[in-house]
Structure formats: C-alpha cells, structure tokens
C-alpha cells in the first residue's frame, strides 16, 4: 500500500476577518491545505480506470464493514453500467457521425438528463445539428463520478444542488454551505429545502473512451472558490 500527501503548492492564503492576508508574528503570510478540490492532483497521479475514495470522518469498523462494501458496489456497479453506454454511445458517434446522432439523439439526450442530471442551455433544441452533437459528444467524454450521499433533516455540511454553467446548461453538483450566499433570499430558501448532505462514498472513472487517462485538472472551475472561517 502507499500514500500520498496534499501538494503544498495547493495550499491556500489565509485572511483574517476583514479579508487581509493574514501574518504570523514573523510577518510571514500563513498558509493553510486547501479543501478537498486540492486532492485532484493526488487523484490525477494515479494510474487506474476507477477509484474509489471515501471520507475519512465515515470509515467505519470492521464489524460494519459489510454495510459500506455493500454500497460500494452498488454505487460502483452504478459507474460502470452508465460508463458501459457512454462508451458504446461514443465509439458510435465516432464511428457514424452526425447520421448516427441523429439517428439515436432522443436516446442520448434522455441519457443525459436521466442519468446524468444534465440540463440544456434553453435555446439547445434550435441548435444546428452539428452543434448539438459536438455538445453531447463533449458532455459524455469526461470524467465520471457517483456520490452517495446520506438524508439528513439539518442543513449543515452542503449537499446536491442544481448549478447553471456559464452556457447557460444546468449540472448536478456537491455544493458547500459555505458556497452559498444564504443573505439572499432566493438561495437562503432554496439551501432549507434540500435534505440531502455529506458525501459519505463517492466512486470515479478516470479513464475515457478510448483508455486514456483524463487530464483531471482541465476540469476543475477555476472561477469556484470559498472563504471557510477556522
């Protein structure tokens, strides 16, 4: 077995409360890890077709063991059977063309709502066809994750949200409590209405279509980011 640790070249500035940068009695600035975003390099270095990771505040003990290998499986079962149609999907789309899209677009794009969460931009149906392919194509060839999560009746410690991207399409995400602005109203009452929190397994596949490892940290938001007080 090995281990890796966080890179320190993720770590993250502290401030103190008015948002300065924050000096030890040295005059040093201070740095502290970063969240959990600053694993995916640890996760990009390592060679597999999928990987799964759990929270170290949820591992259990052995006698309950079986319960978390159980929804190991499943959530993994999950991954491979949605990677299994993304794959066959793609080769397709490769192989056909936009005929083959056209010929299987209702398919996909249920697919994709379904099964992926995805939300289109609003205008995405006047699209030329063309277009509309190379947005499924690029919506299917990406890393692939499955989170289980737990139900819970308080709201603290996020949860699954919908988050629009800047294309105006919608996408399922993990978002922080502290991601969300709840002196807003708006997000204030949609933050009391989730009951979904704390990822306590999630499974990932790293490799695509073709057998080539993702390059992990394209995907990352490099617009996303969060002040936590310690």
């Known amino acids: 077995m090995t281990t890796s640790i966080q890179h320190p070249e993720t770590d993250t500035l502290a401030v103190d409360l008015e948002n300065s940068p924050f000096r030890d009695q040295n005059g040093d600035l201070v740095f502290r890890p970063g969240g959990h975003g600053a694993l995916l390099q640890n996760l990009h270095e390592i060679d597999a077709d999928v990987v799964f990771i759990k929270n170290v505040d949820n591992v259990l003990p052995d006698h309950k063991r079986d319960l978390t290998i159980y929804w ?3 959530i993994g079962g999950i991954l491979l059977h949605n990677q299994q149609n993304i794959y066959a999907w793609l080769h397709a789309l490769d192989s056909g063309g936009l005929d083959t ?14 099964n992926l969460c995805i939300g289109f931009p609003p205008n995405f149906p006047s699209w030329e066809p063309a277009l509309r392919m190379t947005f499924v194509h690029q919506t299917l060839n990406r890393p692939l994750r499955v ?6 009746e308080t709201n603290t ?5 919908w988050v629009e991207n800047d294309d105006a399409s919608q996408a399922l995400q993990i978002v922080e409590t502290a991601e969300i602005d709840l002196n807003a109203p708006k997000q204030a009452a949609i933050s009391a209405q989730q009951r979904y929190a704390h990822i306590t397994d999630l499974v990932c596949g790293l490799k695509d279509y073709q057998g080539n ?3 992990l940290l394209s995907f990352r938001n490099e617009q996303a980011g969060f002040i936590s007080q310690k």
Not at 101 to 114: A, G, P, V
Not at 157 to 161: K, S, T, V
Request: with cysteine; proline share 6%; glycine share 12%.
């Open 157 to 161: 410690g996020g949860g699954p949200f």
């Open 72 to 74: 190991k499986k499943l």
């Open 101 to 114: 899209f056209m010929r299987i677009e209702k398919t996909l794009l249920s697919f994709l709502q379904t």
């Open 213 to 215: 490892p993702f390059d």
């Open 147 to 152: 989170c289980g999560i737990i139900k819970t």
